[in-house]
Every structure is written in structure tokens, then in C-alpha cells.
């Protein structure tokens, strides 16, 4: 059985895992201040094109947002996002568990828009309600679109005005960048961004993503932040170790953007195939994951041959579900479900 | 130069590193509900003797105590712990910071006793203090002491007659178990504890624990918690596929037991040489730290050969240093350790 | 200039300042273990026909919720009310502080039902979301429609085979109550709800909210839980004169019963003098609040004679304002501005 | 029977009372924006000599410790302060409850030295401890004692040296000030303090508490603080009323003053009796709070004809109780109480 089920079914992709192997017996010291980190930090300095930016190594997303989030934010600052953003629905509350207010604006194509934050801040004028104060993005977003370098500058230029912050969440990073659609360079996001995690765990790590803090006022003190919501990890250097073999070799060339590339190849083959035979999508995707609607009794049947989730139920008998490419996927899996379909 | 700074200074016993590897392009299901977890868990649950147990793998110590906590307790109750309790200070405050007051108790040797826990409630009588509510030990403890079986069912019976959560944090329990002072049995631990955590990170793992929860009634809803916290691993398999390495073939030949047996071996002979020596000791541990007391002269000579962690500054003079053994410790550092005093 | 801003313009009802001006020599124990907290609370337990309650008084309505959700939920539960909830909106995330997520339905006219109740639980499936737990509905609503029996009873049940927590925040519960077109009597309240506040400071008192917890399950050590928000006042005994005083003589000759009527009779000659005059409301309001739409000309006109809140303004040159009546609202204020429109 | 129990056993001073009455029917908005808070506010900062400080009134002692806390911290951060402090023992880990740690310092008369600073903040040098960020001292103490200048200004010199705030709850300021030991001017707070608050419910108000932010840099949004931690009052005018009541007629002349200066009095007419009778006191207090040590029989025998806490039992058969006085307290009640020991 073929899965499409998330980008993170397998272990790490075969160049972290030689990474991990090659170094397992070195000595080092804890908490991400080893070599390793320091040269991984070093790298992803470089490939972004932000020398004077921190970064710091995290396990998982859930926890880079709330504690960044939690760190970069005064106790009655609320977070804005669309009411698909996944701090505002698939981190079992973590943010408002850090007594942070996320404020939600709906999207069809889960990208945030100017307008949707000036109208969340305008709803909020007063200190009986929550401030807005922090801006979260996805990019890729959680359905699979990607945000435009115009786009991108233009939510910088609102949050610039109304004294906002943006916050990038890179979980699919790769895959955004990676995109045949996409026209940010990796220096844009420090440029535009106060801080952006870079996505290790669904982009061919075994776990970790990278922080990068690049507004000089969020910096302070913020591995107190890390070790204090539980996420600094006592062999900190794993996550150097990974980050150096994802990025060794200019960002081009580097096994992280290949990983995007090619994940992306698979899903838009499978996107096409799926137009072409006449599906309609919730909304294309010019990345890694690609959301079909089927009819119940196809979605059904498919199930038996394939791994996927659920997106959406529609009253009318058809269904939206979820696909997802990986370093790990294979071309007959692409080919299999068009097959089917 | 030899490292005795801490148990977690490199990668993962082999037979963790095999075991990752040979699984690595395996598909599986996320969030720990693979296989490899199901079979870490019924490993765990047999070694240990609580077929009925809930057992939760998380990343790394801090994560699990806050998760744990935080889940287990009502906003003003409060957990009460030993002066030198991890939770207490090494924690960066991650208790408090899911709400939760430390009570603390002063002990030379970090072990915890029945009078200390009922002068702690017996402090706190009305709603204008905090409730104690939870008992949090350490076995090994913070300077490397055991609890003997009687200990922890003193502990265990002042628990039940006060109403109290007994949770015990053995990120050191293997060494503990392996000492040859202990006589505590795998299956003591769950008998007596309401929740207690089976170390990895310090005994042989990449990283992750094992979360132990026996009382029923702490047992629902705790992967809400898990997952609020950000400790809930997108590729939680990770942490199945390595405790099933550490816990294959029977609890007795387990690899993490021969982890302990090894570090406390090489332990004892340091903290023997060293009494041999004629230098003094913080307190007596038969487990893998040791304490030793040295002039501040020979401590300066020794960080220029050795790697190690400053317990304690005496003003006359004299230094407390830190001194861990670990899987990946070698004789020849032990050797050269004592040849140097 | 007269005054429809809100309820809480002016001190107190007379009744309640005569009592604690005859009382103000008394000497008492504090935090509310005085002899008139005691009467107040069998007063209240009397009216509302529930002998069995725990009865808490605290100082105002954003405590009462904060420090009453706080205790009843564990950490990753979440409360469920309409969008117009006060919890949502106009508490300054005081909710999220504590840890929990507030989810909230679109509703126009401030009413939950059921279905909008099991559509939020149906939408947070497992644990990657937050649990629904409690729903919160405020009586009279935040634009001043009331539940029937019928709809009270309606969410009861389904809070029931849910395993939902059903809270009621009765800021103007009096209002409520005393509406003409009620049909609950103040025993339906224990009876259909697990805990719900009775309003003092928008009913008459200086201050203060009677906290009713009919479940036995959320009873056990809530004073922890006062304390601990800094909801428990030092001369608590203020809190049960005032509500001795609120409820003395009968709960149908109370004064709290009686302001109910009073500030509902003005506030309904208004309304009906306003539909009257021709002008179309928001929602039609059976309590002390009304919602008229004028043309923002008039609005404008009526701002230099009388104060009151804006409630939404249209684009289409039409504006929704709040006019609240209160125990202190002359008939002259009403005859003045119906004149003026 | 007479009492010693506490300041606050009564309803308020006659002046305040009086104030309360007169202005019970004028119409003001909500919140504290009334003309009475703002001068209320202008008094306060013209006797404590600081024209441009915040002033915020709230309801309590620990509610507005809470607020400002929370406020003043980033998460990571903790107070310090001695073991007898009031936010450390008695307000059910409200501290805690908003994520942060309080480090305590043992003293045996509730003065806090910068030696102890010094030490709290050695020992906690990196990010795996909490870091200590506010100092928080109460004038009088717990234990009746008070700040001479010379302590108050090393202390804040060692706060400056470290980046610390210092923070004084005022709870019983009005007793210190106007005790004949003390030599603080009003002017000194403000000096020497980034922040303090006038206490208002132990000193002649019903209740409410004077936070005075001198600081700019503690300012910003405080009221979004004080709105989500339940502390705003919707009549917030009734707190402008009372300190309005309290400090009108100058400084020296003040109701505030003058019932510090009564208070003290009579507790030192109390503490003179029971030392010339031949009793040791737990520690000589100048102000309105005495600590004497009985035999137990008598402080049985006093406990029939006295109200009064118990401070601490010892094991020869001595206890140390209580006693407080108030404006409320009679001068027959010194005299009865001499005469019977």
C-alpha cells in the first residue's frame, strides 16, 4: 500500500542519516553549543543571506511557534492568522496554553492578506480586548499555496504601519521555495520577516526545525525561552548535525531545496493527472501537498490502495482529501494512483 | 582530552544506531501510533510488570515533567521536591511556567523523606497557600544517591495518607536500577509510583523518555497534553524504534540495563580511587556521578585534561566537581583520571 | 446630559447603601467567612431553590469567568459560546490567560443552540485540537434577547450526552429574570445549569457576583481558586451585605428582582417608542438593553445630549447604538430622547 | 471581644464612607476614567513627589501583585524576595499562576539585603536557571518591621548594578510612613522604586490598592494587564472616590496618614506593655503589626477574650501570636489586653 498520507511516514532522508552515523561517537557538549550547531547555524546564516540573524534549533513546530510566539509577545498580545493556520487549529491550543489570544481571519486559500489584518487590528481598538501584536504565516500554507514576493512585501508593509511583527512559519519551507511558482529568494524572508523557522521534520530530517530571529529586539535571552517550554534538547547537536548535511554545499545544490524539488515534481504529477482527468481541486497547489475532490464512492475505494486524509466532506457526496509527497515517495506511487483514478 | 561532563556528550548506543537505520524507509503513521511504539510499549509494560500502565514517549526530561505536571495537577496545587529537585532548578522555571509553585525541602543527599513531605504540608493548611499535591523524586537523584525499597515505600504509604501523587523522575534509572546497591525491582516502581519516567536520552538514546502513567485516574486525555506542549513528535516512531532497542530481549539483558551496569561500573572505580586517594566526597553515590571534593588547585589542573561540570565552591579553598560516566565512556579515561590525582 | 452608556454609571441602589453604612462598624473575620456572606448565601440558596450549592462571591464578571473556567477545565479544554461572547471579546483574552481556548459560533442574535454546540464539538475530533468541554451563555445575552426555557433546556440536554459543562454568566441576570417575556424561574437555573453567576454589579450593587456551582464534581477547593486569580477580597463581608441586601425579603420582592423591572420597563418604552418612530433595531431586546439603527446624522445629533455606546456602524450611513437602562435611569431620560427622535 | 486579627475586620473609615455616600448617585463613565480617579490620581502624585507616574487602582493585594508582575516580566524571568514575603506563602502561587517563579531568601526580620540579591542572582547564572529580574520587597514587612532610607537606597543601587526592578507592596505602607521610626520621605518611593503600590484596604479604604509606575519603560499598556486579570473595575470611580477621601488635604493632613499614625500608636502602646511585662517579642516592630511570645496557657486564656492569629507555634510550649491594629481599634481594647497578661 502506497502512502500519501504526510511527509513525515519515513525516517530522515539518506544524507541526514549518514550525517547522524559519521558523528554518533564524537564527544561533544549539550544544548546546541557544539560545532555542529555553530556550522549548521553558520550555513543557514549564509543561505539566507542574514549574517547578524540567531538561530536556534528546535524539535518540532508546535514548539517553535508557542515558544517564539510566548517569548516575542507581552501577556495580553494576541497572534493573527487565518482560520486555517495551524497554531489557530491543530496545536491543541498551545498558544492560548501560553495565555496568548490567537485571532483568526478566514481564508479560502490560507494567504493572509493586508486587508484581513487591518480589519482584525481595527477590531480590536481598546484594552478591554486583546492587542493584535504578532502576524503568523505559513509558507507553504496549510492548503499547499505559496505567498508572492509582492505579497509577502505587502503584509511587511502593514506591519510595519500598525507596529505588528511578522512571524513565518516554515514547516514546508522547502517545498515553497522549491515551487516552479515560487519568485522569493531565501534572503527575502529575513528581509521581510521579524523571525521564520526554517522546516526540517517534513523536509527530510528526523525531527527539527531552525528558528531565525532576525528583529534585533526579539533576541534577548531567548534560549531561557527554549529550555523553559521543554525544547532544548540535551544532545542539541543532532539537530547541527542534521541542519549541516540539509544545507552543505551552497543552498542550490543543498539536499534541503532538492528534497522540495523533487516532492514538488511527484505532487504536481499527480495534480495534473488528477485535472486532466477531470477532478476538481479545493484550490491548486504549486507545492507538496494537493487537495482533490472525489466522489465519496472513489475516495472509498481509493483508501483501499492508498494512505491519505480526509480534508473535507461536502454534503453533496464528494469528498476533499489530502495528498502529500516526500523525499521518500516513490514515482509508482504517483503513477499507481492515476491509474486508479 | 576525556569527557566526564555528562552522560549525553555523544550520539546513541549501537544498538539504538541500528536499529534507526535499519528502519529508516519503513512508512509508518506519526504521532506514536506505529507499530514500533505499540511494541516499545508492551516491552516497557512487561519489563516493568503494569500490563495495565498508559505509556507515552516524549523528548526529552524537562518536556516530560512540565507535560506530566501541568496535566496531572489543578491550577493552585503544587508539586514538593528536595532543594536540589531538577524541577526545582535546572528547569529554567518550566513548572511555574505551566502554573504550577515548587515547594521545596532542604536535603543534603537529594533524597527525599516522609517527615520533609508532611512538614511541607503540614506548612501549607488553607486556601491562601498553594496545595501540595504531588511528590516529584529523582532516582538516581541529582547527586547520584538512590532510594532504597524501603525509602520509597515510606514514601509511597505518606503519600496515600495525605492524598498526594507520588511521580517519580528516573532520567537516571537506569544507572539506579543497574547500582549494585539497589534492591528496588522494575515492577516496585509502578507499584509504588503513580507516574514515574523511564530515562533514555541519559542511558543509551538518541533522545526520549518513556512516561509511565499507573494511577487511572491521571491516565485520560493525556495526549492532548502531550501534543499542547509541543512534545507530540510528527515522527514519534523514533522514540518506539529506539526503545525497543533498549528493552529487547528481556528486561535483565536489555541494553539499558547494561548501560547502567557499565557507566556505575566505571563510576565506582573512580569514586573509589578518588576515597582511595585520600580526597573527600559531597555525599557517596553508587550510580554513575560522582561527587568528589578536591583542593581548587588540582581542580584547575585537572579541567585542562579532563572535561567536567563545577558542582560546588567551598570557600576554603577546596571545589566539589561533577564527575558522569556514560555508555561511551572509556576505561582509559577512568585510568587516566586517577593516575592525574 | 443624560446617560444610556451602561449600567454601572452610577454607585449603588439605595438598599444596599443603607447596609453597609448600618454595618460598617461591624468587626468581622475576613474573606468572606463572615455572618453576612453566611445570610447571603442561604438567601440565594433559597431563591434559587438549590440547597446543596456552593455560593462564591468575587468582585466582577471577568473574574467570575476567568477564575470559575480556570478551575473547572483541565488545561488543553476549551470553552465554546457564540461570537458575541463576552469571554471572546471584550475580556482581553483574560480566558486565554489562563491557558484555555475560547471557540466560539456565529450568531446574530447572541443565542447558542445546539447546533451550533455540536458543530463545535464535531470540529475538534481528536487530540491535535483543543476538547470543547464548557459552554458559556450569558442571560441576558450581550444584546439583551434571553433564553426561553425551552432553548435552556435544549443546550442542557445536549451538554449532557456531550459530557459539556453548561456555565451561564448572568452580568444581567436580573434583566433577564425580570423580563416579561421570561419563562424561567430562578430554580431552572441549579437545575439546568453546572454553575452560572448571579450579577450584582449591574443589578444594583457597588459591586460583586454571586458564583453558583451546582455540580459536585467542579464544588471541591474553588476558594484555592479565588485566591489564587486575586479574586478573594479582604473585607469580603462587603460583598454578602450587598447581597443580603439585593435579596432580602423574598425573591419576588427582592430589590435585585425589582431593579430588573424598573430598568426593563424604561428600556422597553424606549424600544417601543423607537420602532414606534419608525427606526429598525438590531435584534429586538426584551431586558435593559436595545439596539436601535439610526442614520449617523441623527446619531450624531442624539451624541450631544445623551451618552451611549456605539454597537456597529454600517456602510451604509446607518449606525447601531446601546442604550442601557439601570436602577438609576430617570423616566425623564427616556421621555427626552424619545422626543429628541 | 475585642479584636487584634487583622486591619481589615471593618467597613471603612468615616471619610471615606462620607465620600462614598455624597457621590453614590452622580453619573460617570466606566473603567476608572472618571473625574474622581483623576484626582484621586493627581493627589497621589503630588504627595509621593512623581508628576509624570502612572497611576492604576485596583481592588487588592494580590491581584494587583499579580498584575504587575506578569506585566513587568518577560516569561523566563522570577521574583526575589524573602521567605516570609506575602507573594511567596500567601497568595496561592498567584505569581506561579502567571508562569513565574518567586526565588526566596530566608530572613529572619523580613528585610530584604542586597546581599541576599547579590546571592539569588549568583545563583542562577544561565539559561537553565530562571533569571531573576524584580525584587520584591512589602513596607511594612510581614513581620511589622520597616525600611530605613539608607536600606531602601542600597538596595536600589544593587537593583541598578544588576538590571533589577525593585518593586514595594505598600499593602501597609500607610503604618510605615507614619511610623516614628521611619525616615522615608513620600518622595523617596518614587526615587528609589521602578514601581509600588499605596495600600488602601488595610489602611481606612473598603478596599482598592494605588499602583504607582514610575518607570516609562513599565508603562506601556499596563491597562490591558489590569482589564485581563479581572481587575478592572466597572465603577471604577468608587476606588477614585475612596483615595480621592484618603489623601485630599495634603500629605501631612491626610486621612491616609493620619489613620498610619493611630494605628501605630496603639500597637506601640500594646508592644511597650508586653515587653515591660516581661515577654520577648519574635522581632520589635515600629509599626501597627506586634509580635510578642506567650506561654501557651496564657495565649489560650487570651484566646477567650481576644481575636488574634497565630504566627508561630515553638516546641517548649511558647507560641508567637498577632496583633494588629487598625483605625477601627479601640483604645480599651490595648488597655483590656495589658491588663490581662
Redesign the interface.
Known amino acids: 500500500m502506497y502512502?500519501f498520507?504526510?511527509d513525515?511516514?519515513?525516517?530522515?532522508h539518506p544524507a541526514v542519516?549518514e550525517a547522524?552515523?559519521r558523528?554518533?561517537?564524537?564527544?561533544?557538549?549539550?544544548?546546541g553549543t557544539d560545532p555542529y550547531c555553530e556550522r549548521a547555524r553558520a550555513l543557514i546564516r549564509e543561505a539566507f543571506g542574514c549574517p547578524g540573524a540567531d538561530v536556534h534549533f528546535l524539535?518540532?513546530?508546535?514548539?517553535v511557534n508557542?515558544?517564539a510566539i510566548?517569548?516575542f509577545l507581552?501577556?495580553?498580545e494576541?497572534a493573527v492568522c487565518t482560520n486555517l493556520g495551524h497554531i489557530a487549529?491543530?496545536?491543541?491550543?498551545?498558544i492560548?496554553?501560553?495565555?496568548?489570544?490567537?485571532v483568526t481571519c478566514p481564508s479560502e486559500d490560507g494567504i493572509l492578506t493586508p486587508e484581513m489584518v487591518r480589519a482584525a487590528v481595527a477590531a480590536h481598538p481598546d484594552?478591554?480586548?486583546?492587542?493584535p501584536k504578532l502576524v503568523y504565516i505559513s509558507n507553504s500554507t496549510e492548503v499547499g499555496t505559496i505567498y508572492a514576493k509582492a505579497q509577502l512585501a505587502a503584509l511587511r508593509k502593514t506591519c510595519g504601519e500598525l507596529g505588528l511583527y511578522l512571524y513565518l512559519d516554515g514547516a514546508r519551507l522547502g517545498s515553497a521555495l522549491a515551487s516552479k511558482e515560487n519568485d522569493l529568494s531565501p534572503a527575502d524572508l529575513p528581509a521581510l520577516c521579524d523571525a521564520f523557522y526554517i522546516g526540517g521534520?517534513?523536509n527530510g530530517a528526523?525531527?527539527g526545525e531552525a528558528l531565525v530571529i532576525v528583529n534585533d529586539a526579539l533576541k534577548p535571552?531567548f534560549?531561557?525561552?527554549?529550555?523553559?517550554?521543554?525544547?532544548?534538547?540535551?544532545?542539541g547537536r543532532?539537530l547541527g548535525v542534521q541542519f549541516e548535511a540539509l544545507f552543505a554545499g551552497g543552498f542550490e545544490d543543498s539536499a534541503w531545496l532538492s528534497i522540495g524539488r523533487y516532492e514538488n515534481g511527484l505532487a504536481q504529477k499527480l495534480q495534473d493527472g488528477i485535472v486532466k482527468a477531470g477532478y476538481p481541486l479545493l484550490v491548486r497547489s504549486p507545492s507538496n501537498q494537493v487537495f482533490p475532490i472525489f466522489p465519496d464512492k472513489l475516495v472509498e475505494k481509493l483508501a483501499g490502495e492508498f494512505?491519505f486524509e480526509v480534508q473535507r466532506r461536502f454534503p453533496d457526496g464528494q469528498t476533499c482529501i489530502r495528498l502529500v509527497t516526500s523525499w521518500?515517495t516513490e514515482e509508482a506511487a504517483v503513477a499507481a494512483f492515476l491509474k486508479e483514478i
Chains 1, 2, 3, 4 share one sequence.
Open positions: 502512502t498520507q504526510n513525515y511516514s519515513e525516517g530522515c542519516l547522524l552515523t558523528t554518533n561517537y564524537d564527544h561533544t557538549s549539550g544544548y524539535t518540532g513546530g508546535t514548539q508557542q515558544t510566548a517569548a507581552r501577556p495580553w494576541a487549529v491543530h496545536e491543541t491550543g498551545a492560548e496554553a501560553t495565555g496568548h489570544k490567537v484594552e478591554h480586548m486583546v492587542k521534520t517534513k528526523l525531527f535571552d534560549r531561557y525561552g527554549v529550555k523553559q517550554r521543554g525544547g532544548m534538547l540535551a544532545k543532532l494512505k521518500a
